[in-house]
């Protein structure tokens, strides 16, 4: 997508040596109109590429978002800021909606603002191992941008205990989110900064 005449925008993710990951962010980026970078495991890496706004793309606060923010020298509002997203988000339930997790306040503050009834992670407490070993919900929905090794394991958890139980594919494959992504893109790139 360009801004104007010759305006790159670049998002930029963390990467992952998993293919699937690759192809989530490759099929998301030419859905959308828009580049795409990493800041490890995976080419072009943010370092390789010439951009006029780098967009870093990230859940919630945390190390990794941190980490793109220093790398790019732009800082973008994680998804838990974004208008509308607790809309969207309930708008693909019920379920039981599962976070990647980071210990940073900041996150946890976003996700219990949001109000969803139904909420596990994988990394902290409530885990998703340990909400499926008690109850299988009958959808549930990875708060995850890509398909990869965070999702593989969503999926692997979850079907381990709850055969049944169905669950979504991450955001970057899905039309709605896609929808909503190109909603909100004005928005976003009104509100990505330069940090210096």
């Not at 990230?58 to 923010?69: M, T």
Request: hydrophobic residues 40%.
């Amino acid at each position: 997508m360009t801004l104007g005449i010759n305006v790159k925008i670049i998002i930029v993710l963390h990467g992952s040596q998993d293919s699937d990951y690759v192809s989530s962010v490759r099929y998301f980026a030419s859905r959308v109109g828009v580049n795409y970078a990493f800041i490890s495991y995976a080419k072009p890496l943010v370092s390789d590429t010439i951009g006029d706004l780098y967009m870093p793309l990230f859940v919630g606060y945390g190390k990794d978002y941190e980490k793109a923010v220093l790398m790019t020298g732009f800082r973008t509002p994680p998804l838990l800021r974004w208008p509308r997203i607790k809309e969207f988000l309930l708008s693909m339930g019920p379920g039981l909606y599962v976070f990647h997790g980071d210990t940073n306040p900041r996150f946890i503050n976003d996700v219990g603002k949001l109000g969803l009834h139904d909420v596990a992670f994988l990394k902290i407490k409530q885990t998703l191992e340990e909400y499926v070993s008690n109850h299988c919900p009958d959808r549930v929905i990875p708060v995850v941008l890509t398909r990869g090794v965070i999702y593989k394991e969503i999926v692997n958890t979850v079907n381990s205990s709850c055969s049944k139980t169905e669950v979504l594919n991450p955001l970057f494959e899905l039309d709605s989110f896609i929808n909503y992504f190109k909603d909100v893109l004005p928005w976003l790139i009104k509100n990505t900064r330069p940090i210096g």
